[in-house]
């Protein structure tokens, strides 16, 4: 049997690192992602500079969001994400909140809602952290639904910015 494509969707990924340099990392994962097949980029987020969530002993964030037009299903984006941030030399050390040199998220798959072993979409962490929230509000409608949170105008009316800066526009 074969499948058809999928109808094309838009996603909003999550990107970021606070090991090596970020920057570099964050540039080369965006290029990386636009290469995959079935995947193309629509927009990019400004690089912005995050205080660390979870433990402070570590070093700040640098954060983006993309906005990408994919006909993979969900799984299948999950699985080009994870052999990028293999291929940026991601190793998972276990420690929960600790300092990572990449992650990339599904913050958003067109207006679907996924809950499964591997997969929560929308990514549970969205409402409530302003280095997602407000790159995300740079690139999507501020009356963007996020399915079962509300606004995207009313989340980042709520979100403190807890330091949160623009560091480089491209
Ligand atoms: N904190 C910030 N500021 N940015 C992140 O991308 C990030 N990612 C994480 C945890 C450890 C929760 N903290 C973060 O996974």
Not at 51 to 61: E, H, I
Not at 69 to 88: D, F, N, Q, V, Y
Not at 156 to 164: F, Q, W
Request: overall charge negative; proline content about 9%; some cysteine.
């Amino acid at each position: 049997m074969t499948h058809e494509p999928l109808k094309p969707v838009i996603a909003y990924l999550g990107l970021g690192g606070n090991l090596d340099n970020p920057l570099d990392l964050l540039a080369s994962a965006r290029k990386a992602i636009a290469a995959v097949p079935g995947i193309r980029e629509i927009a990019f987020s400004s690089f912005y500079a995050s205080k660390p969530m979870g433990p402070t002993d570590q070093p700040d964030y640098i954060n983006a969001v993309m906005a990408v037009e994919t006909t993979l299903p969900p799984h299948g984006l999950l699985r080009a994400l994870l052999m990028i941030e293999l291929s940026h030399g991601r190793v998972r050390t276990g420690q929960r909140w600790g300092p990572r040199i990449l992650d990339l998220d599904i913050l958003l798959y067109g207006n679907g809602n996924i809950a499964d072993e591997s997969l929560t979409i929308p990514h549970t962490g969205i409402a409530d952290r302003e280095f997602v929230l407000y790159p995300l509000a740079e690139i999507a409608q501020p009356n963007l639904e996020i399915p079962g949170m509300g606004l995207l105008c009313d989340l980042v009316a709520a979100c403190p910015l807890r330091g949160l800066e623009v560091i480089r526009h491209d």
